[in-house]
């Protein structure tokens, strides 16, 4: 099953964007359109599991409610899409750190020809995502006998 590309600058662009905001700067990175809209703010860790009938997905999302998250599938690419929504405090001046990420994220993968993007099925519950992927049935090959005429 092809997962997604590996991307190994993505911790450094996360670590530079980090440095940009608590510098008051604006630098665009990779994944960001033109306009500076971030395609996505955070990616959420993924599990891929394959069974013998099925494909699991499993994204921590801890924070998002289940009416924020998509999930699309198009042309053999499943996509997990979604907003952590920045929770409103009275006390902003009691406030002395703050690290969870909020905003959009987004996360695409390709999915193997044997799986049934018709009965693809999703539930979040607990801050975890699981995105069940079903394998169609096996066609076995059969051997036709050729009568004389």
Known sequence: MNITRFEPWTLFDVLQRDIDRVAGRHVPTVGQRDNGDSVADWVPAVDIVEE???FVLRADVPGVRAEDIDVNMENG???VSGERREESSDQANGVKRIERLT?????RFSLPE???AEEISAKSANGILEVIIPK????????ITVEAA
């Open 52 to 54: 013998q009938d099925r």
């Open 77 to 79: 690419v499943l996509t």
């Open 103 to 107: 905003g959009k994220f987004y996360r």
């Open 114 to 116: 044997v799986a049934n």
């Open 136 to 143: 169609q049935p096996e066609i076995r090959a059969r051997r």
